[in-house]
């Protein structure tokens, strides 16, 4: 079957028509990790670049000014993309990571101490769990983890209630996991955190990409994503606050254009959201990242969940099919988000991204950043392949038929 959004990439338009030697016949499986990039989002870059390359926030002259409304533009698409309350909510970082770091540097030192909880999931990508774990380090405060069913991934209500007590302070969960693909009842949790004082945090890297994001309707605090994961570019990435918690907060850079008033003794903060932008702003990433958006939104949230689904459910349909493959998570598709993780008895999981790396299917193999969740599941390693919009059918059909012979191309003869 034809995909009509492979020609809007410059990666998938050489490989379908055979311009790029070096990725031939390229089955990419690892959008999990980082997107490809449409020509939209490139030309979009090479624009602003080309005609309004200026320090935004600083000139008075006129190209600095556009650089400025192109800049703020951004930070409105974004806004507008998961439904914040007002457009000062967003501030742009480089990376989800960046803006958990800075929830947990500008809020977490500063408002947790001995004795405190604070709760995270199982599943956690690293960059949600080093971050609190230094806070707790730092303030003597408790680290707790929301444990999930080993088959279905589901958080039951009774963990939730068990979990988030009158002690807990912040609740940091993964929206979706990256590892076993499921939607965590982030409405649910949102309640629980909120119904004992403590403030709601949602890592959004995977869910952004692939579902309707409102973080007014979860009542999350606080909401971290990536641009790479969405078709847009590397080293940017947002995050959302509820105004009145960031105004509230300290920097968690300093100096630059977040500042109001320097003198020698003492400076003074800009208002939000530019107290937390320090330094040059990557305003070239921002309209990569808004161009995106707006790419993401015209082929639509609900039709790329509904693509995801499918492929996702012919893809273990067909693994259940062949012998001593062990799926890792949820064995319905349209629980996965696109994220299918599994083992191979006997061939080790970087021998399984190597060998199809072999039949050029590009595939992720190892912890996946999520070793507690591994530890937990009683597996060091195992593979993955994470589904777009932009994939087949018959790429998940020759990654099947690759994947039926793995065993024997490691010398088993079953």
């Given at each position: 079957m034809e995909n009509k959004y492979r020609k809007d990439f410059p990666f998938f338009k050489a490989i379908d028509e055979n311009e790029a030697v070096e990725n031939k016949g390229l089955i990419y499986f690892d959008t999990a990790a980082t997107a490809q990039r449409p020509f939209i989002v490139l030309n979009a870059m090479t624009h602003f670049y080309a005609t309004e390359n200026a320090n935004p926030l600083r000139g008075l002259y006129s190209l600095s000014e556009r650089a400025t409304m192109a800049y703020e533009n951004a930070r409105q698409t974004v806004a507008n993309f998961i439904n914040t309350k007002q457009t000062e909510e967003i501030i742009f970082t480089?990376?989800?990571?960046?803006?958990?770091?800075?929830?947990?540097?500008?809020?977490?030192?500063?408002?947790?101490?001995?004795?405190?909880?604070?709760?995270?999931?199982?599943?956690?990508?690293?960059?949600?769990?080093?971050?609190?774990?230094?806070?707790?380090?730092?303030?003597?405060?408790?680290?707790?983890?929301?444990?999930?069913?080993?088959?279905?991934?589901?958080?039951?209500?009774?963990?939730?209630?068990?979990?988030?007590?009158?002690?807990?302070?912040?609740?940091?969960?993964?929206?979706?996991?990256?590892?076993l693909g499921v939607t965590n009842p982030v409405k649910k949790i949102g309640q629980a955190a909120h119904s004992v004082g403590a403030i709601f945090i949602v890592d959004g890297a995977q869910s952004a990409p692939h579902m309707k994001v409102d973080v007014q309707e979860f009542d999350a605090d606080f909401f971290a994503m990536s641009a790479h994961k969405l078709c847009g570019p590397m080293g940017i990435g947002a995050l959302y606050g509820k105004y009145e918690l960031l105004e509230k907060m300290e920097p968690f850079l300093r100096g630059g254009e977040m500042i109001e008033y320097v003198t020698r003794e003492k400076a003074t903060w800009a208002e939000v959201p530019h107290k937390f932008e320090a330094g040059t702003v990557s305003a070239g990433d921002a309209v990569g990242m808004a161009t995106a958006i707006r790419y993401i939104n015209s082929i639509g949230l609900d039709n790329i969940k509904k693509h995801d689904a499918a492929l996702a459910c012919r893809m273990?349909?067909?693994?259940?099919?062949?012998?001593?493959?062990?799926?890792?998570?949820?064995?319905?598709?349209?629980?996965?988000?696109?994220?299918?993780?599994?083992?191979?008895?006997?061939?080790?999981?970087?021998?399984?991204?190597?060998?199809?790396?072999?039949?050029?299917?590009?595939?992720?193999?190892?912890?996946?950043?999520?070793?507690?969740?591994?530890?937990?599941?009683?597996?060091?390693?195992?593979?993955?392949?994470?589904?777009?919009?932009?994939?087949?059918?018959?790429?998940v059909d020759k990654f099947l038929e690759k994947l039926s012979h793995l065993r024997e191309w490691s010398g088993y003869k079953d």
């Open positions: 480089r990376n989800a990571s960046e803006s958990l770091n800075l929830v947990a540097y500008s809020w977490g030192l500063n408002n947790l101490h001995q004795g405190d909880e604070i709760c995270i999931t199982i599943m956690e990508h690293h960059s949600n769990i080093v971050p609190w774990q230094m806070v707790c380090q730092k303030t003597g405060a408790k680290l707790v983890f929301l444990e999930c069913d080993k088959e279905t991934g589901i958080i039951s209500d009774q963990e939730i209630a068990a979990k988030i007590t009158p002690r807990t302070k912040i609740v940091s969960v993964v929206h979706v996991s990256n590892v273990i349909d067909g693994m259940t099919k062949i012998p001593h493959i062990n799926i890792i998570g949820p064995k319905d598709g349209n629980k996965r988000c696109g994220i299918v993780t599994f083992t191979i008895d006997g061939v080790h999981p970087h021998d399984v991204a190597t060998l199809l790396s072999e039949e050029h299917i590009a595939i992720r193999a190892g912890h996946h950043c999520a070793q507690p969740l591994g530890q937990y599941l009683g597996q060091t390693a195992t593979a993955r392949a994470s589904l777009y919009f932009y994939n087949t059918e018959e790429e």
